[in-house]
Every structure is written in structure tokens, then in C-alpha cells.
């Protein structure tokens, strides 16, 4: 390619290159090629958008509800539009497949924007009480002022929307600052949405962590923070906010058990703990990675043999062809940590399938960043492989005997962001849904992210929820009359 496309920031309704002039490559996974270059941005650019920001938060607070639900619903309309232009942007960018990218950054988000747009009129519904005869009380819901988003590259496109997206809906604007491992699909829905959404509403920064980043989660002029990340910088972010008593929302990494017992239809089951779960969803980069898969012990052997047979079916290659099930992992940095836990995995534990990467996986594309879909097996849960997020194709089983030795290897962990159960016994459903230590429980089921229900995390995988209501904060008002 001769001429490498250049993106641009969204600033108070222009797009801009960043103040210094800086680019980062962007490199497309598949390849291993610069493919695109994004604003290296820095304080300056994000001072210049938590500025515009807060200028445009008066007039976009006084909407009424009606009135922004109509800016979002055109929101919609561009996805319905660009959609697929967007979803091939991303794929091109980290590496996930179009098939997907089509429902988390193309046509399928004009479902969520919609959503989002039923939202507003949620967001400013206040209650009243009657405290005595003469006296009343009542709740006003108030936007919090400039929101500042911190978006990771796995889903670009969707957690832009979920954080954005919900907080315009309760009448802030917002500053986001995507991954700059990917983030061209995002500036691009900047460049189609600058001349649909009022200058200043929505303002897009990209850069690195510590230098676009932080300054905005330190900034004065953010008023409430949202960020999807890994818990390290989670907990960075956390304490930078302290210092200006900075409320925020954290959706962070996991380490989550998928639970099979041997009463549990297993045909389902080895499906529902590979495949997306682990595998093909991302190839493994999702936060809700179902990466250690504890298996009753008198169903192992069955289920090993089941799970190697659906694992030799996926095929990794091009994320752009429709046959494809399984692409690379989003970057050089991330292919280098993936392998090294490939390595700790084959000192420390037994590798059951897979283990393979690089060229010789996908040899039509020598330069990806490609991992075959791997399983260990251990019987020891304080290994590294199954307490450190590995984020990538690879699972460890883990076997057990009871119902109570399950339930201690599940919650030992850090992370308590998802967990799966595959069973038949219902008291023994009851009794996990109430005993597993994490924001998600799916029962014969798994990976459920659904807009119906809150999406969050515990202990080390954050808190908070990406709701509408989080966006808004409650005044309390009494009138004597
Ligand atoms: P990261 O958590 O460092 O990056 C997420 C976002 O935070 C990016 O936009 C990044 O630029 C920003 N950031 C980094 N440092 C910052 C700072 N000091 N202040 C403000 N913003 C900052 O994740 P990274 O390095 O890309 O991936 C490392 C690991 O994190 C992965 O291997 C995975 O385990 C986990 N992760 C989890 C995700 C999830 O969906 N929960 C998504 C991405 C990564
Ligand atoms: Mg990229």
C-alpha cells in the first residue's frame, strides 16, 4: 500500500492531528503490516477536549430527554449506513472476525444506539414522597458534567458506544480515549458522527496510555470516569481519581471457571467451553473468557476427547473470510505475553492440544500473530496459568471430585468478572448462583453479555455497570409549601 491512511481526533466537532504533529502506527494483525496512523495525542489535545466538552455539557444538558433520544437515534442511522465499512475497519485493526465485527462495531450497534435513545427518558426520572401533609420531597437526576471514557481494542467500536452512548443519554458530553493498539474504527464513527452530534458533545482522543490517558483521568474537568481494561491499569486510574475524589466505573480482566459436572448434557457443554467461550470468541481476548474449565473428574476423559475434537475443527486464518472461525491475537506486544504463558504453561502443567503459533499455524500469512487454540491441564489452581490473565486461545482444565472443592477452585481467584455452571441438578444451580464469587453467572449457557442486564465485575474485575443510571447522580429536594 502506497499511501497509509491517516486518522484524525474529534475535537469540539473538528477533526484534528494531534497538537505535536505525532502519528502512531497503527499494524493490522493479520499481517503484521502498518496499515493506518492515529493522533499520538497528549495534554495539550485532551485539555482542548475536556474543554470543548464542558462547553458543550450546558446546552446538552437542557435538552429535554426527547430531544437527545432523537441526536442518538441518528447516531443509529450512521451505523445503519456505515456499518459495514466500520466493522471492516476494526477487523482490519485488531484482528477480530468481520462475522463478528458486524454485531459489536458495524450494522449491530444501531440496535444498542436505539436503545440508548429509549434511554434518556430513564435518565431524567426523578420520584417524589409526600413527607407530611405540607411538605414534599422529591429526586432530580443530574448528569454528572464530562465523562471520560478509557476504551480497550478488543471491542473498540462497542465499548465506545456503551460508555459514551449511555452517558450522552443522561445528558453529559464526553471525552473518549480509545486503545492505540486499535482505534482507527473508532476515530472513523468520529469523522461520521462530527457533523451529527452537536460540536463538544462527543470528543475523541487517541494516544498512549500514559499520555493521552492518564492526563484525562486526572483531569479537573472530568466530572465521572468509565474504564475497560486490564485490572493493573484499572487500579492506576483508580488512584489517579482520589486525588480529585473522581467517581468511576471499572469493567476489568478475569480469570473465569467454567464449571462442567458430569450430570450436565456434555454434548453442550464441551461446545459451550470452547468455542466462543475461549476460542473463536477473539480468539480469546475477551474479558469474560471462560479460561479455566473445571471438569468432574469421572466425565474427564470424555470431555477432553470432545473439546479436542470441536478444537481441531476451528480454522484460524484471514478475520476478513467468512470460513475463518479463529483470528490473531490484536498485537505484537499481546502476541509476545500470549506465547510466553504458552511457555510457563508447558513448564508448570501438561499440554492436552494445541501449543503451536507464528508462522507455522497460518503460513498464508506468515507475519500475523496467530495462536492456536491450546488446553492444558492441572491439578493445581495456584499455578500461574490459572491465576494470570492470559488473554488469548488458551484454557487450563482443572479436575475435581465435589460440589464443594468446585466451588473453592472457582472463587480462587482475584478476578470475578463471569462464570459458567453446565448441570442438570437444580439445587446444585441455586447453590452456585449464590456461592460463585463474580458479577456474571450463566448456567448452561456461557459468555451472555446482554443489553437487558447489568455487565460488571468483583473483587479485582471492577465495579460499577456501564447503566444509563450510573451516568446521572440523584439531588435530593424538599419543598414546604
Ligand atoms: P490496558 O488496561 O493498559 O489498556 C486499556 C486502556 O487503558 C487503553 O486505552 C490504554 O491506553 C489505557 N491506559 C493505559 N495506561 C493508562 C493510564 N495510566 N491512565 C489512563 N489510561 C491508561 O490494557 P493493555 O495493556 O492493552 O492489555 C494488557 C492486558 O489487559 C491484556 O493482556 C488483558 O489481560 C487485559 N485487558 C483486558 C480487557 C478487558 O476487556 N477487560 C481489554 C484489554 C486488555
Ligand atoms: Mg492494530
Redesign the pocket.
Known amino acids: 500500500m502506497s499511501e497509509t491512511p491517516e486518522y484524525r481526533n474529534l475535537i469540539g466537532g473538528e477533526l484534528c492531528p494531534a497538537s505535536s504533529g505525532r502519528l502512531l502506527d497503527s499494524v493490522n494483525p493479520a499481517t503484521g503490516e502498518v496499515w493506518a496512523r492515529v493522533p499520538a495525542s497528549d495534554r495539550d489535545d485532551v485539555d482542548a477536549a475536556v474543554s470543548a466538552a464542558t462547553s458543550a455539557f450546558p446546552a446538552w444538558s437542557a435538552l429535554p430527554a426527547s430531544a437527545r433520544s432523537h441526536y442518538l437515534k441518528q447516531v443509529a442511522q450512521v451505523f445503519i449506513a456505515h456499518g459495514e465499512e466500520l466493522a471492516r475497519l476494526e477487523t482490519l485493526d485488531n484482528g477480530r472476525l468481520l462475522e463478528e465485527n458486524r454485531g459489536r462495531a458495524g450494522m449491530g450497534m444501531a440496535f444498542f444506539w436505539n436503545r440508548a435513545a429509549e434511554m434518556t427518558l430513564e435518565a431524567v426520572r426523578g420520584h417524589s414522597v409526600v413527607l407530611d401533609p405540607t411538605t414534599f420531597g422529591l429526586t432530580r437526576r443530574e448528569p454528572y458534567g464530562v465523562v471520560a471514557g ?5 471491542a473498540p467500536v462497542a465499548m465506545c458506544s456503551s460508555k459514551a452512548g449511555l452517558a450522552m443519554a443522561a445528558g453529559n458530553t464526553v471525552v473518549v ?5 486499535a482505534c482507527v474504527s473508532v476515530l472513523r464513527l468520529g469523522e461520521l458522527l462530527a457533523d451529527v452530534l452537536p460540536p463538544g458533545v462527543l470528543n475523541i482522543v487517541s494516544g ?3 499520555e ?3 492526563p ?2 486526572r483531569h479537573h474537568g472530568v466530572k465521572k470516569i468509565s ?4 485490572s ?3 487500579k ?2 483508580h488512584r ?1 481519581a482520589a486525588d480529585t475524589l473522581t467517581p468511576a466505573i471499572f ?4 480469570k473465569s471457571p467454567n464449571i462442567v459436572f458430569a450430570d450436565a448434557d456434555l454434548e453442550a457443554a464441551a461446545a459451550g467451553v470452547t468455542t466462543e467461550s475461549i476460542f473463536t470468541g477473539n480468539a480469546g481476548q ?2 469474560v473468557a471462560g479460561s479455566r474449565i473445571l471438569v468432574q473428574r469421572s466425565v474427564l476423559s470424555e470431555m477432553l476427547e470432545r473439546m479436542e475434537a470441536i478444537a481441531s475443527g476451528i480454522v484460524l486464518g484471514d478475520p476478513l473470510d467468512p470460513r475463518t472461525t479463529m483470528g490473531p491475537i490484536v498485537s505484537e506486544g ?1 502476541y509476545d ?1 500470549v506465547t510466553n504463558y504458552l511457555e510457563v504453561g508447558k513448564k508448570e502443567a501438561e499440554l492436552v492440544f494445541g501449543g503451536r503459533h507464528g508462522a507455522d499455524v497460518v503460513p498464508e500469512f506468515p507475519g500475523g500473530y496467530w495462536v492456536e487454540p491450546t488446553l492444558f491441564i492441572a491439578n493445581d489452581n495456584s499455578l500461574r496459568i490459572c491465576q494470570e ?1 492470559i ?1 488469548g486461545p488458551v484454557a487450563v482444565v482443572i479436575p475435581f471430585d465435589t460440589d464443594d472443592e468446585a466451588l473453592t477452585i472457582a472463587n480462587d481467584t482475584s478476578y470475578g468478572l463471569a462464570a459458567g455452571v453446565w448441570t442438570r441438578d437444580l439445587s446444585r444451580i441455586h447453590r452456585f448462583i449464590r456461592d460463585l464469587e463474580s458479577g456474571n453467572v450463566w448456567v448452561n449457557v456461557y459468555r451472555q453479555t446482554r443489553y437487558e442486564l447489568p455487565f460488571g465485575g468483583v473483587k479485582d474485575s471492577g465495579f460499577g455497570h456501564d447503566d444509563v443510571l450510573e451516568f446521572t447522580r440523584e439531588k435530593a429536594v424538599v419543598i414546604a409549601t
Open positions: 478509557i476504551i480497550p481494542w478488543n480515549k480509545p486503545a492505540e493498539q498512549l496510555g500514559p493521552a490517558g492518564e484525562l483521568v474504564m475497560t481494561g486490564s493493573a491499569t484499572g492506576l486510574i489517579a469493567e476489568l480482566g478475569g475477551v474479558c499481546q505475553s490473565e488473554f
